[in-house]
């Protein structure tokens, strides 16, 4: 906890976990997440660009919190993982970043002859 005991505002119930092993089990991580309180949710990537992640989502902002501690840079299965809370409204402006920046290429590209 931040000083004055208040959780830093990207604290949520929602974790995103990446470099996961590709042969992960859903039971595997119910197990590893389900050490720190109830899960409610665990939704696992299979398309090939989102295999090796997941999303954990707990009953309770306070479990999340300390998975998220203790698991960040945890080795399991031979990997560390990334666990980070999730922030959809930062995915967002990822996403639309990447599109202003993919254009301003396309410009410069035009600008100086580049195919």
Known sequence: MSRGGKLAPEV???LFVKNLSYNVTPDELFELFG?????RQIRQ????????????VYEDV???KQACDKLNGFNFQNRYLVVLYHQPE?????KEDLAERQENLEKLKKEHGID
Do not use: H, I, L, W
């Not at 050490?35 to 899960?39: A, D, E, I, L, Y």
């Not at 990537?45 to 954990?56: C, D, L, Q, R």
């Not at 930062?90 to 990822?94: A, C, F, L, P, Y």
């Open 12 to 14: 949520n119930r929602a």
């Open 35 to 39: 050490k720190f309180g109830p899960v």
């Open 45 to 56: 990537g299979m398309a090939n660009n989102t295999k090796g992640t997941v999303f954990v």
């Open 62 to 64: 306070m479990d999340a």
């Open 90 to 94: 930062k995915m967002q402006r990822s």
